[in-house]
């Protein structure tokens, strides 16, 4: 009857502590979310040709600057110096 017991006790332990992991998981997952959209200044662009800034969709890894038609990419990271 106490083995019966100290089984039951572990497979306890072992659900709350998956469901522990679970909770945290999803708690800092929610937490990380919001801080990726404060950054409004990576939909600012700099023309590599013609060095015209413009504004443009900071989801896109590429933009076609609007003076010159040239292609930037995103690796770019103005303000710099
Ligand atoms: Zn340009």
Known sequence: MIKLE???AIFLY???S???????WLVFSKIKTPTEHSTQLESIWQCFICTYIYVDSKHKKLSVCPRCKSFNEREFKGGGH
Do not use: D, K, P, Y
């Open 18 to 24: 998956i469901f522990g992991f679970l909770a945290i």
């Open 6 to 8: 100290f089984e039951t």
């Open 14 to 16: 072992l659900l709350f």
